[in-house]
């Protein structure tokens, strides 16, 4: 295995490749083109030519980042892979942040994949003072 990470580098077929080794579907070609070309930034990991990983920042890029669509082939889970792409996109939010102010990391955590977050300093909510993250799917006609 010879793992190696590629900022801005994800493509519309990597971002296809990952998402049909999930049960969330796969939009059609050029949402996600335009999906990607609006990111913030993104890292995609590659183990020799085969891509095996990614993940995403969008948000304004100055209070709000969200991390977005980590996805981990199966076969490549339990190898830091995932750990490597999310201390990456962290990075980017420390070194193109404001100094001296605090900014908001958001995500969604796929269900199961809770602790993996947890253990990378993400906290669970609801908690005593956060209520629940909530979504709204639109279908655009």
Known sequence: MNINFYNNGLTADDFILLRNSTTWGVPPKTQIKNSLNKSLYSVVAKDNDRTVGMGRLVGDGFMYWYIQDVIILPEYQGKNIGRSIIENLLNYVKTNSLPENTVTVGLMAAKGK???YKKLGF????DDVLGCGMI??????
């Open 136 to 141: 709204q799917n639109i279908k655009i006609p």
């Open 114 to 116: 809770e602790g993996f």
């Open 123 to 126: 906290i669970e909510r609801p």
